[in-house]
């Protein structure tokens, strides 16, 4: 696997049936270890360790609709009363981060009414922020703390 742009962490792998699988802390499982699935389970630990994030409101792979489509977010941050403040999509290190992938996350606050979007590929992070009055977004430089997305 390639060197990502996050504080290293201690990945639980594990091999079945020949294949590699990473035990997944928030949805208590393992799951296939792709070059996707690092990068989230990296960026998970970073938001709780170096961020603050409360690993009691995140969830990964979260099911929305849209339209008559049925569609994942990789990952969704709530607030204490479970409404949704942020979408976390993840892209393999390999894969370019441009304007298809920030309209696709852009998309799901049709159906999830978040105001924080995070995009990363492991190598680069892009932290947007939408006014919810004037529907523009706003580009954050760092990825904010928890205590200051309130």
């Keep these: 696997m390639q060197q990502l742009n996050l504080p290293a962490v201690d990945l639980k792998?594990?091999?079945k049936e020949g294949k590699q699988f990473v035990f997944d802390q928030l949805r208590k499982q393992y799951v296939r270890f792709t070059p996707?699935?690092?990068v989230r389970q990296t960026f998970i630990s970073f938001l709780i360790r170096e961020k603050g994030y409360p690993e009691g409101l995140l969830a990964n792979e979260v099911c929305i609709r849209l339209g008559d489509?049925?569609?994942r977010c990789d990952s969704?941050?709530?607030d204490t009363s479970l409404c949704p403040v942020m979408i976390l999509e993840y892209k393999a290190p390999?894969?370019?981060i441009n304007q298809n992938t920030f309209d696709q996350i852009a998309r799901y606050t049709i159906s999830l009414p978040a105001t924080w979007l995070i995009i990363s590929n492991g190598l680069q992070h892009f932290c947007f922020h939408k006014d919810?009055?004037?529907g523009e977004y706003s580009f954050f430089k760092d990825i904010p703390?928890?205590?200051s997305l309130f």
């Design 13 to 15: 792998i594990c091999k």
């Design 36 to 38: 996707e699935e690092e």
């Design 69 to 71: 489509v049925n569609r």
């Design 76 to 78: 969704v941050l709530y």
């Design 94 to 96: 390999s894969v370019i």
């Design 132 to 134: 919810k009055k004037s």
């Design 145 to 147: 703390h928890f205590n």
